[in-house]
């Protein structure tokens, strides 16, 4: 895992070519090639690099690069320097292809030997798959059959694809040996943006770096861990997706289950990226797995209504957004109660949820300490002395934040809770970027620590499925259950209250 934000000594990756699957579609023009731009700011391009689209769209590379200046331009930024965004259109090469011919493989098999010839690349290529999930499988194959999966000496080849990784456990599996039918898995890179964040990567920093930190990280000093993913959009264009998918699928299998392989993993021995991610897999096996009387009692599912978002006004509810059917019983909220069967993590619950149409957009994670023994205050304190709670905001203002007991100015001994807050931008600056960066550069650079495994995929999925068939055969009759502009339905609340605990509320942006 390296560090790329304001780390000038960072050497550019190897030499290759970036082979972008789905060139013409909107992961490519929002995010990738800004993620690209912002590598070459950085100095972390190599100078031996090119871009080589592939879509059904009929272009040739002089039509890509007058669509990368009028359509993707724009999104890179206001401190765009335009001498180094036209090196980069200038190294950028595309070719028509369906992704489902396997003479479109043969073709550009061809084209990348002519492109390594041009831009003096030895033939290392790096496959992104930005496209439906549906071709992953049979672009992976198709790699193999043609050959592009095969590495030779001093040359490597690498595929990138994103979520979801499949529908569940069963097509979960299925993927991943339709995947290494043609790969190996060192070449398979399984993509969450989530974990290119600096504050995801920084908690394994703060916990295994500080003396302070990691010996009260356990069930004697720690109560309780919330996980919380909030959206504020509703579902957008993303229609025919979401309606297939829903919030547990979308969310909980890949960034919030990462997001607590992280929390709760044991220090590995090094940080090669087997040994980190052989400490996260065991933090999913460990998982209580749910029986479906616990789906019923520990998980909580909900729909939005129509509803009032901050600063925008009314909105409408799921059922209402364009391509969504009337009687929808697609959840767009899921809260969830989890316990991990480990000696540090004994008896201590894990409080996830995530949901769309919510006051903001957040990603933070509390861990709330046990209360110390507060009886010299009792009498003068005439209600519960507050818990500590460390807070680790991922979005949008990233940062760390502490809360603790102090004694409020005046002659009685009365406590007050004072903040110890660090926002990464007032320390260390804030470089442009899309979330993308650092997981690219790794890839290039063949370090896997942040990239899911197959077996992180099907053990997420092995502890979601329980859940998924329960809501399947019983569907839900409350729909829609939270207005939109809220933190989800009661039911949401009711899954702390029971254990008279409470959601913590997310920080808002600084």
């Known amino acids: 895992m390296k560090e790329i934000t304001g780390q000038e000594h960072a050497p550019p990756a190897p030499a290759c070519i970036f082979v972008i699957f789905g060139a ?12 690209l731009y912002n590598l070459s700011s950085q100095g972390l391009l190599p100078e031996r690099f090119a871009i080589v689209g592939v879509d059904r769209v009929d272009y040739d590379s002089e039509g890509y690069r007058d669509y990368l200046e009028s359509e993707v331009k724009q999104l890179v930024g206001a401190d765009l320097d335009a001498a180094l965004w036209d090196d980069l259109v200038r190294r950028a090469y595309y070719t028509q292809g369906d992704f489902r011919d396997l003479q479109a493989y043969v073709h550009l098999d061809n084209f990348l030997a002519e492109v390594d010839k041009a831009q003096r690349t030895p033939g290392s290529y790096l496959f992104y798959l930005a496209t439906p999930p549906r ?10 059959q043609s050959g592009l999966s095969q590495e030779e000496p001093g040359t490597w080849r690498r595929l990138i694809i994103e979520k979801p990784f499949g529908h569940d456990l069963e097509t979960a599996r299925e993927l991943n040996a339709v995947l290494h039918r043609s790969l190996d898995e060192r070449q398979i890179y399984r993509i969450d943006h989530y974990l290119g964040k ?17 010996p009260i990280w356990n069930h004697r000093y720690i109560d309780h861990v ?3 993913v909030a959206e504020s959009l509703g579902v957008e264009n993303r229609a025919s997706y979401y309606e297939q998918a829903g919030a547990l699928r979308d969310m909980v299998p890949n960034h919030l289950l990462a997001l607590l392989g992280i929390i709760a993993m044991e220090p590995p021995n090094s940080f090669e990226a087997d040994e980190v991610r052989d400490e ?10 749910f029986s479906p009387e616990a789906v019923l009692t520990k998980t909580v599912r909900g729909q939005y209504g129509e509803g009032r978002m901050p600063g925008t006004g009314k909105v409408t509810g799921y059922r209402k957004e364009p391509g969504i059917a009337d009687n929808s019983r697609t959840e767009t909220f899921v809260a969830m109660k989890l316990k991990i069967d480990s000696w540090r993590w004994a008896g201590v619950p894990f409080y996830l949820r995530t949901g769309k149409r919510m006051p903001g957009r957040y990603t933070e994670i509390v861990v709330e300490y046990k209360h110390a023994p507060n009886a010299m205050f009792r009498d003068a304190h005439k209600r519960k002395v507050a818990a500590n709670r460390l807070v680790l905001r991922i979005q949008p203002n990233e940062g760390i934040g502490l809360s603790f007991n102090a004694k409020v100015p005046g002659p009685n001994p009365r406590l ?6 660090f926002n990464y931008a007032d320390y260390f600056g804030s470089d442009p970027h899309t979330g993308y960066e650092t997981l ?16 992180h995929i099907e053990l997420g999925w092995d502890i979601v499925q329980p859940v998924l068939d329960v809501w399947h055969a019983l569907p839900p009759r409350d729909f829609p259950n939270y207005a939109a502009g809220t933190w989800g339905p009661a039911a949401a609340d009711l899954l702390l209250a029971d254990d008279r605990r409470r959601w913590h509320g997310c920080t808002a942006p600084a």
């Open 135 to 144: 071709f992953f499988g049979e672009i992976a194959t198709h790699l193999g």
């Open 198 to 214: 600096e504050t995801v990567q920084n908690i394994m920093a703060y916990r295994f770096a500080n003396s302070t930190v990691e």
């Open 416 to 421: 007050g809770v004072v903040e110890m807050d």
């Open 24 to 35: 013409g579609g909107d992961l490519t023009k929002r995010k990738l090639i800004p993620a």
């Open 440 to 455: 690219i550069y790794d890839c290039m650079n063949g370090d896997a620590t942040l990239f899911k495994r197959a077996d």
């Open 280 to 289: 996260q897999a065991k933090v999913l096996r460990a998982v209580q797995p």
């Open 226 to 228: 919330q996980i919380t």
